[in-house]
Structures are given as C-alpha cells and as structure tokens.
C-alpha cells in the first residue's frame, strides 16, 4: 500500500500513532504529581519534538544516504523562519502561504550553497557548509538587521501591512497565526483523572506535516534515487568510473534535505512567530548534527527519536532546580535529603549540558548505532527472554527498528 | 469548581483530585477564557527566566537567588527586606493576594529562541502568572512579546536597550532597570565636569541593537556638552580579541575610548585597551581616559585591576546607603554570604512590584495589574522615589554614575558611587526620537 | 602605511595563537586521524591551569581588622596570601606577580597526563570508527569539560593578569621614524609571540630532527608498514597525544593575560581553528602554521576603518570568505595531501 513494503507500513503506522498520540504519551505523570516535571506533553515542547524532527529528517536524507555532513544546515532553518515570518508581516497571518514561501526561499538558498559546497568533499565540504552558514549568521545579528532585527529577531508589530489580512485586531492586538482560520494555538484540554491532557491545533498541524514528511523520505530511502545517493556514500570513484555523474543526485539531496530544513524553519516561525538569528548559529547546526546521529544515521526513525532526546533535555533537565529537587527527595531523612539533593544538582537545571555531554558520550561509545540500535537491542532482548513464539509487534513497546534500515 | 469556563492549569491542580475519573472536555480558543493562568487555588507560579548556561550564567544565578529571596519574603520568610522599607504596604507577607508564591524556573541560554521556549513552557505547561528575569536586551525584547502575545504580565530583568520601552514597547511589559539614554544623560555631565569639555570621542560598539542605542545615547549626550565624536566603530560580537580595533585608536586624535560593551565582550575590550597602556597616554596634552557607560559589578570583577577609576553607570549598587538598600543588601547577604549584584536587585524589586500591583488591584488579571503599576510612585526600593510612566512602562529614578575603586577592600568592593543623578536628570518626554516607533497596545488578559 | 604595519603586527599576534591550536589539532589528526572537537577545550583548560596556580599561590589565611567593615557591617576580614607571610611580601608578591609564566610548569605537566588519559580512556577505541562518531564523543568530551571548569570556576571571566614588567606598551612607531603613538604594541603580545613561535619552532624541530620524530613522521605516512615493521606506533601516538594537548595547554596558559579565562573560551576557539585546519589542509603541520597566520593577518586587516567602510560589516565574515575562496581554488586546502578526509 501507498508504494511501500509491509515492514516500512509497520514503521510507518508507529510513527503515525506516536504523533497523534503525543498528548498521551508524552504525558504519563498526574499533573499535581511530584512527578509531573518529567511530562512534556504541552504544545511548545511538542511542536518542537515534531519540528526537529522534520529538520533531522531532512538532514539525515543527505548525511545519512550520501555521507555529505553538512555544518551549515541550521542556515536553511533560519532563512525558512525569516521568510515565514517576513510573510506574516507582509501578507496575512494564515500559515499557508509563509510555510510554503519558507520552503522556496530555503530551496533556492541550497541550491546555491550546495551548488559551490559540493564542489568539494569530505571535511572540505563541510567547513564549506560552515563557513556559509556562519556568514549568514553574522551578517543576520548584525549588518543586515533591517531585514533581520539582529539580536532581537524580527517579530510582528501593530504597524505591519499584512495586505491580506488586518494589521490589528478589534481587541488592539497582533492577529495570531492561523491555517484558514483555525487558530494555530488553540488548544483543547482534557482532563482526566489527576491527568490534563493538551490538544493544540498547531501541534496537529505540524504532526501532519512531519507524517507527510517521514512518508517522503522513507520513499526516497526505497527509490532508486535513494540507491544512487547511497552509491555515492559507498564509493564515489566506482560511480564515475561507469560513467555516472555523481554531482546532479547530491545536489538534489542537498535541496531536498535544505528544503526540509526550510519547512521546519517556516512552520517554528509559524507556531511562534518570530525568528532569531541564533537559529542559524553553528551551534544550531551542531545540533541537527548531533541528533541526527545520535538517533542513528541512515536509519529513518532514528532521527526524530534524536530530535527529541535532545529537545527533552534542554526543555525539561534546563527547569528542575533545587527547590524541585527538595520536593522530589522530601520522603528521605533531612540529612540525607540534602546529600542526595547536592549530588544531583550538578546535572540539572544550570548543569544540564553537562548530563546531556555524558549522555552524548556514553550512547556514541556503546551505541555506535544511535539511539535506534539501543531499540534493536532492547527488541533482542525481549524476543530472546520471551517465547519465540511472541510476534515481533509487542504493543508495549517501542517501534521495532528494522535492522535493514541501519546502514 | 465553579468556574470551569475559566480554568487552565491552576483550576487542574486543585480540581483534579475532585473531578477524579471525571473527563471535563472544555474548548478553549482565543475568547473563550477571561485571564490566562489564573491562580484558582491557594498557591500562585511565578515563572522565572534567567540564563542558566552560556556567557551570563553566573549574572542569571545571582537573579535566581533575589528571586527566591523574594519569594520567601512574600510568604512571610526571612526578614522582610525591603517589604519593610516599601513604599506601600500593602503586602504583609501571606504571598499574593492570600495566596502561597511558588515558582518556576527555566534557562534562556540569553537566546531568543529559547528563552521564548522556556516562557512558553512555563505558561503552557506550569501555569505561571507571570514571567520575569533575562540579562540581556534582544532576549527581553522577545519575551516580552510572547508575554503579550499569551497574556501573561513580563516584569523585564537587565535590559539596558532603549527599546525595550521604546520601540518594542507592550503593555503587558514593564521595565524598572534604567535605560541607555538615561546611562548617557546622568554619565555625560560627570565626564564633563571630570575630563573637561573639550574632549574627542572614540566610540567601539558592539555590533548588535543593544550597543546601537547606547552608542547613540552616549554620543548625543556628550556632544550636547561639547565633546567631539571622532569615529564609532562596530566591533563584531563573537569578537574575543580588540587588538586589532584599538590599537588605532591612540592615532586618530581621540583622547577618551568609550566602550559600549557589555559582559564578556566588555571585560575583554576593556583588558585589551589596558594592555595597550592608554590610560598612561597623552593625546592634544590631556590623559587619554576609558569610559564604559554600562557598568555591572559582576562582569567588572572579570576586568579585575583595568577597572580602576573608569567610569561608567550602574542602576544600583549594595554601597548605597538608604533604609531599602541596607535593608536589601543585609538580608540577601545574611542568606547568601555576599552582596548582591544591580542585576539581583532590579528581579527583587521587579518581584516586589508586581505582587504590590496584584494585591493593590485585587486581581491578577494583567489589565488590572497593569493599571495597578502604570503611574505608580513608590519609594523605599533603593533608587529614591521612583515613577512607572504609565504611557511607555518605564521606571524614572535616579541614576548611579560609578567608578572603578583605586583600593578595593574586598572582592565585591570593586565600585564607588560618584554621584547619584536625580531622576529628573535623566527623564525624557515620551516622544523623544531615540524612543519614536512602536506602541503599547492593547493590554492582554489571556489568549 | 602605519596603519597597515600596526595591523600587521596585530595579525601576528592573533595568527599565532590561531597556529598554536591549529597546530595541535592537525597533530592529532595526522597521527591518529581523529577528528578532535575537544581540542578547544583542552585550550580552555591550559588557560584554567594558570588561574587554579594563581589561586593556589594566593591561598590566603583570614586576619580580622577590626577597623573596617565588610558589607554587612561585621568586623573585615583581611586575607593575606600564606605566600606572602612564608617569603614576606617582597619575594611573596613577586611570585604571585608571575603566577601566569610559571604556570606554564604546573601546566605541562598537568596537560600531559590529560592528553594520556584521553587518548587511552576514550579516544582510543574510536579509531576505527567514522569521523562522525568521533566528533559527537569529543564532542561531548568538550561540553562536560567545560561544564565542569562552569562548576567549580564560575561562568564569569577570572582576571590572570600578566607580571607587572610586561605592563604597557612599545612603541615600535618611533623605532621607525614615525610620531610617537602611532605604531604601539603591548608587551605580554610580543612576549605571546616570541613563544609561539619557539613553540611552534620547537614541535617542527622535535619532528624534524629526533629519531622518535621520524618514526612519527613515518607513520602519519603509513601506519601498517612501521607496524610491520615492528615499532610500536601506539604508544608513540599516545605520546604525541599527550604533547598535542600540552601544546594547546601552554598556548592557553600564555593567552590567560590578553583574556580573562572562561569557561567557554574553548568553544569561541573551535570553529576558528577548524576552519584554520582545513584552509591549511587537513594533516599538513606547515600548512596549519601558515593558515593560522594568514586568517590572523586578514582579520585585522578587515577591521581597518576604511575597509569597513567600502564593505560593511567585512570584518565579521572575513575568514569564512578567505575559507570559501580557498577551498574553491585550492581543493585541499593550501598544503593538504589527496585522499585525506575527502570522503
């Protein structure tokens, strides 16, 4: 069905369930709980889980099938979100238009970059993609804030055009951003139990988006188009040798992957609109990097499961602090509360780069395949404690990562 | 339980146990709640957004412990502090309207992005009332927005831009820390009166908003009374090493350096032009002399001995000797052994002011909250009798001129107050050019 | 003309701190072929050996005078370095003076037995595995160092000034003929590049000239062959490890007093030195020498008034243009070998 073999439908069908299903999951602790700090079922968190998501998706189409590490990537992000939100400013508040504005304007962005950058290979490409994005980033903080609004970001004001659409609302407000009208951050709660569960109509929308967008780049993965970039990881020489240009398919990855990055730009700046330059820093595109193949490279889940250990961490590890820490280690003897709470403390809140840097560590060194391969041992696991008998689909647990996907 | 039209998360926490099994579908859109996170049981969140990681860590660590001195003052703790020596007195130490102040806390790595990440999840998903902290202008100016946005009060942090209430100005945003142009207009008179009027000016700006507004301040401020401008340059903000930008100074004629730095870039440019050796230069027969117009006793300890009578301005220093000062200064040093920074102070005082507006208004709508504080004087905070205008949200007291100490007695004795500007010094009226653009809207009650 | 010497001279100085860092990363990545993300760190690191020396020399013992008071209204309590009490204040200062120079002692050996520790306790084990895996560990390896030094040192820069000898300025302008004022140079900079120099001088030569040397050299060439030919190259690379990491420790000891240390200066330094590695080729010694200097030289030129003025904002970008322009017109950088890193 829909052009895919019944082992990547499975993959497909999880993935689809964990995005609707993200209010659920992602908030397993009662909200009163001393427990609740670890939930991270609100639409922010979310909408960048799946946004992220997006950008590691695309990133992983060039780094995972050609081996092309590009660190220059948060460059396309950043120019998706000026556009997005340049056309918010100019046009109307509906998010239709600055999503797909974002992805032609990142799309021509790569072509260029990738055009000069893949003229070169290995680290040279790399330090390339750098020094793009790292100029770009430059010249966006300072000399070309009239366009960008430098340190600030290039937020909406009362006095833009928005030719479209109204400049202000009848309450004296900045309209929101909106997909035909339904309003991106409107939001149904449910409670149930000790439990409130968030239904965030932009958190739908990007799911969607970032569904649609795993569909099309497991389809590459699978298409002959995907085989030859693959061709292009394993030996370049073997390719030109039989007379095949290698250059027109990597650059077609690059848009694509760029393409990708502009879609996330534009729909980050959709739910939120305001786009910063720090977004197109060299840390940012560190940080696709280091998603990417923390998740798994080459892998097609691995990714967005990257996306979000790293989102979680600084979004959840960033805001517990001591007085939280009390809370949690209350039950213990006042002594030995407060032993445990200075032993913890380093690697929360202000020190959460420091978990997140072990953590970085420890999955490269025992997991070479990423977080996906951690998965695949856990299913090894299971299948071997349990009677073979069982299906692979065990409902209690995570997606099945296929070992055929892991390059 | 009676208001199910009105809850988010503060109704959740208290309601749940009884609703328990209970689904209570209610649609939420944008007119269909009255305040966003309004406090409906005993306890009220406050959200807390400083920089925890990054170049101004240790400033964000130093607002993070005034806040919490704050709080526990709300409820009743500790000594009081400056609650003893406000102004109004309406707050008697039950928290906030009766209710028990908690508080959130979050990183904004001084981003834009993520310093809004932060907001919004302690908005979304920890139900805060309002949102203080940051220690830099682009991140103020980003919050403040979302703030406005969502419908949560923003009580800014360190934010010394002259946007943040002028162009970029909301009016759910209230800033008490001073401004560029008021840096400008209390520095200029002294460095007259100090340097002489005559006196040709080299400007190094960082290369961002925040050193454009300063930059533009200083030198209006000081050509008004005769100095020159002979150049301002635009240093990059990754820039780690001057050398190269200052070196040329000495040659172009200039006999003052004026560094509109803030933070690690400030502490380097200002080693650097040390090294140089151009405070022991005479350039047209006069000593040559360094200015940094916005000083922070915290970052100055990065420059160790190259502050040494430099002068520069600060929003507040724990030397000053009035009641709300001493008493600030002795119960934050009580609790943490050492004094505490401008930036410790303006979260304390900001903390303060918006639960004196809550309980003054009786409610925590950010409309009433904000008619509470538009126009309010109040005294005993440690800036003298202090004015929030009303049209544009800034706070009009007066302003510290400081200098670097010649002999230190200790490693936070590191300034000296030199004269203290009276706030009508530094006042401007609401429609001066450097403040032109924006407006503050509507006042948002909740989305 | 002044102008262009005064930044001249500039761009030295910052060219040889770039072409000491480079100099260690190519190192490490011409022996071992590991691409080391941490290598800033261990800069940052070197420079954090000269302010813990400094605080130890200043471990001070409390004094109570009760003359003066501290902010809370108490008694002051004075501290005087044990130093000074154990050489009297004369010598006892003079030490603490030249805290920064000596700390180049304390560090080398301190840097080395890291460098050890690193390259057996971790980077070992990623020899064989991709590029991509090594830069995510070390990587990470940089984050929780710096972290760390966050820790215990603070976020907020620490002032290791430089001995009061070096204090001030030279006036080169007046050497050649030129007014005074014109053509100035800090002292602790001409010192930093006499160093770096010698330094730099003194690795070419370790390589050039020793027979451990040559071995090296031999087997950045080709690994298999020295093996085989019953050398232990391992234990050669861990050492030049170690000397790597003491290179970028002593070049962060000496850049201590130019600026205040913290904790992520090493972070600010990594890309820069990337870029610096790869414009010079990667795995090319000579080539990261002269790319160092170059970038330096083209970054102070670009902050001149005048260039600023025709294009603005040059300044900011210089070297990732000088980058582009040399990867398209050199492919290997200016003095990389074929094949290396290419895939």
Known sequence: ?407 | MSKFNVTRRGVLKTGAAAGAGLALPTIFTSSAYAVTNNPMGGTVTLGFNVPQTGAYADEGADELRAYELAVEHLNGGGDGGMLNTFSSKVLDGTGILGKKVEFVTGDTQTKSDAARASAKSMIEKDGAIMITGGSSSGVAIAVQGLCQEAGVIFMAGLTHSNDTTGKDKKANGFRHFFNAYMSGAALAPVLAKMYGADRKAYHLTADYTWGWTQEESIVAATEALGWETVNTVKTPLASTDFSSYIAPVLNSGADVLVLNHYGGNMVNSLTNAVQFGLREKQVNGKNFEIVVPLYSRLMAKGAGENVKGIFGSTNWHWSLTDEGSKAFVKSFGTKYGFPPSQAAHTCYVQTLLYADAVSRAGSFAPCDVAAALEGFEFDGMGNGKTLYRAEDHQCFKDVLVVRGKENPTSEFDLLEVVEVTPAAQVTYPIDHPMFAGGSLGQCNNGA | MDAVLLQILNGLDKGSAYALIALGLTLIFGTLGVVNFAHGALFMLGAFCAVTLSRILTLSFETIDETKVDFLGNPLKVKTPYVESWFGPETGGAIIDWAVPLSILFAIPVMITIGFIMERGLIKHFYKRPHADQILVTFGLAIVLQELIKYFFGANPIPTPAPDVFKGSFDFGVLLGYDPNVIIYPYWRMVYFLFSTIIIGGVFAFLQFTTFGMVVRAGMADRETVGLLGINIDKRFTFMFGLAAAVAGIAGVMYAPINSPNYHMGMDFLVLSFVVVVVGGMGSLPGAVLAGFMLGILESFASMNWIKDIIPGIDQIIIYVVAIIILLTRPRGLMGRKGVMED
């Open chain 1, 1 to 407: 069905m829909l052009g895919i073999s019944k082992k990547d439908m499975t993959i497909l069908l999880v993935v689809i369930v964990l995005a609707l299903c993200a209010p659920f999951i992602l908030n397993p602790f009662p909200t009163g709980s001393a427990m609740a700090q670890f939930n991270a079922g609100y639409p922010d968190l979310m909408q960048r889980f799946v946004i992220f998501g997006i950008f590691a998706i695309g990133f992983n189409i060039l780094f995972g099938l050609t081996g092309y590490l590009s660190f220059g990537h948060a460059a396309f992000l950043g120019v998706g979100s000026y556009s997005a939100v340049w056309m918010f400013k100019l046009l109307s508040m509906n998010v239709v238009p600055a999503i797909l504005l974002s992805m032609i304007v990142a799309g021509l962005f790569s072509v260029l970059i990738g055009y000069v950058s893949l003229r070169r290979s290995g680290i040279y490409f790399s330090i390339l993609t750098l020094a793009f994005a790292q100029m770009s980033f430059n010249l966006a903080y300072s000399v070309l804030t009239p366009i960008t609004n430098g340190e600030t970001g290039l937020q909406l004001t009362l006095s833009d055009k928005r030719y479209l659409g109204q400049s202000v609302t009848e309450s004296g407000s900045i309209p929101v951003t909106n997909f035909f009208g339904l309003e991106m951050r409107s939001t149904y709660d449910l409670a149930v139990g000790g439990w409130n569960f968030q239904f965030n109509a932009g958190y739908y929308l990007c799911a969607i988006i970032m569904i649609v967008a795993f569909y099309v780049s497991m389809r590459i993965f699978r298409s002959p188009f995907g085989l030859m970039l693959r061709a292009v990881k394993s030996n370049q020489q073997r390719l030109n040798y039989t007379g095949i240009n290698p250059k027109p398919y990597t650059l077609a990855a690059f848009v694509i992957s760029g393409i990708y990055a502009g879609l996330a730009g534009g729909l980050m700046a959709s739910m939120d609109p305001l786009a910063g330059a720090e977004r197109m820093q060299w840390t940012a595109s560190g940080e696709v990097v280091l998603m990417t193949i923390l998740g798994g490279a080459g892998t097609l889940i691995g990714p967005v499961l990257g996306a979000g250990f790293i989102k979680y961490f600084e979004n959840i590890f960033s805001k517990i602090n001591d007085t939280v820490l009390h809370q949690w280690f209350a039950f213990m003897p006042d002594g030995l509360e407060d032993v445990v709470v200075f032993i913890v403390h380093p690697f929360v809140g202000k020190g959460w780069h420091l978990t997140l840097g072990i953590l970085f560590m420890l999955v490269v060194t025992f997991l070479p395949g990423g977080l996906v391969e951690g998965g695949q041992r856990i299913a090894k696991l299971f299948k071997r404690e349990k009677a073979p008998a069982v299906p692979p689909s065990d409902p209690e647990h995570h997606p099945k990562e296929t070992p055929h996907v892991a390059e």
